[in-house]
């Protein structure tokens, strides 16, 4: 018998990507996810795999998994600004509620759970490098609010139920991250620029285009869950590409890249939008010997390949 892996968000960017790992490492896949953001497309090559399953369930609500289970990795979110926009109370719900049914089940299998937590819990950081141990910067009734909130709730509710209950739990900051199988329409800068510069349309930087962030690919960001869900530390862990960049820097990197003609054009900050974001990756080096491989470079390679096939068809 395999071991058992609940993935929520499974047919999601990210968890799309954890589904293959698993997989791969020999693992049998219980994909989880309601389909607001995800995407059936991003797991289609996995249905037929006797060791892959999926569930189209909304893990706001009880969730149940006959069988044992090894891991929860719970991925299920809007996770890009314009999403979370849109679906405001969803959010909440999975960050809370979808955690609380998670951590529930855990409990009740006797698992190792490990959640996706965000550099958004940094807010608009006013320290840079983000490092761990910094509290963060976040306006909980502004718009970002509802994300910021729902994670920070998520990572509290997480360490209770780790001292409270002895469950085995792991928690991992993630930043920027792109690959292949982003939405084009997230509204997320990467898909912004790419989709824009191949259809020849100006790219849009919101306020004046210096604010920064620092780009990880998605292979990097698989493997160090991995190691950390593996691992035996249990606070909070940041994993990301230091390598900083403003957003005037990477409009330009993308039309180098894409060949395109088009012009960086400027429109209006969104309110509370981060200044700059950088993660300080010392933690995860000593405790997972983990650091990007992959240059922004290389991995915007695979990653113009596949919005140029969406693009462009
Ligand atoms: N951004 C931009 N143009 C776009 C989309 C985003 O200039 O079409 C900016 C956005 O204001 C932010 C940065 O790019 O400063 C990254 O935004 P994204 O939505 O990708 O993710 P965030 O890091 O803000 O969650």
């Known amino acids: 018998m395999k071991k058992k892996v609940l993935i929520t968000g499974g047919a999601g960017f990210l968890g799309s990507h954890l589904c ?160 292949p199988r982003m939405r084009l329409d997230d509204g997320r800068v990467l898909p912004a620029f790419i989709s824009q510069a191949l259809r020849g349309e100006d790219l849009t930087a919101f306020g004046d285009g210096t604010q920064t962030r620092s780009f990880t690919y998605v292979d990097d960001l698989v493997e160090g869950i991995y190691r950390l869900l593996l691992s035996d530390y249990t606070g909070p862990v940041n994993l990301g590409n230091p390598e900083e960049i403003t957003i005037n820097e990477f409009g330009e990197e993308i039309l180098r890249l894409t060949g395109s003609k088009s012009k960086i054009i400027y429109q209006p900050l969104p309110k509370d939008d981060p200044k700059q974001r950088k993660p300080d990756i010392s933690l995860a080096k000593e405790i997972l010997d983990w650091e990007p491989k992959f240059s922004r470079a290389e991995g915007l390679k695979p990653t113009l390949e596949y919005f140029t096939k969406k693009v462009l068809g």
Not at 124 to 152: F, I, M, S, T
């Open 20 to 179: 293959d790992r698993f997989l791969a490492e020999g693992y049998h896949v219980v994909a989880m996810d309601n389909l607001i953001t995800g995407d059936l497309a991003n797991i289609e090559h996995l249905l037929k795999d006797k060791d892959f399953e999926f569930h189209h369930h909304d893990v706001s609500k009880f969730v149940h998994v006959p069988g044992e289970l090894e891991y929860i990795l719970h991925f299920a979110s809007p996770a890009s600004p314009i999403d979370y926009l849109k679906m405001p109370i969803q959010t909440m719900k999975v960050g809370s509620l979808g955690t609380h049914n998670c951590l529930g089940l855990a409990k009740a299998k006797g698992a190792r759970m490990l959640i996706a937590s965000t550099s958004e819990v940094y807010g608009d950081p006013l320290v840079h490098p983000q490092k761990e141990d910094y509290w963060g910067n976040v306006n909980p009734v502004g718009p970002r609010g509802v994300y910021d909130e729902a994670k920070r709730f998520q990572e509290a509710l997480t360490m209770a139920y780790h001292t409270f209950h002895g469950l085995e739990t792991r928690i991992v900051r993630i930043f920027n991250t792109f690959g």
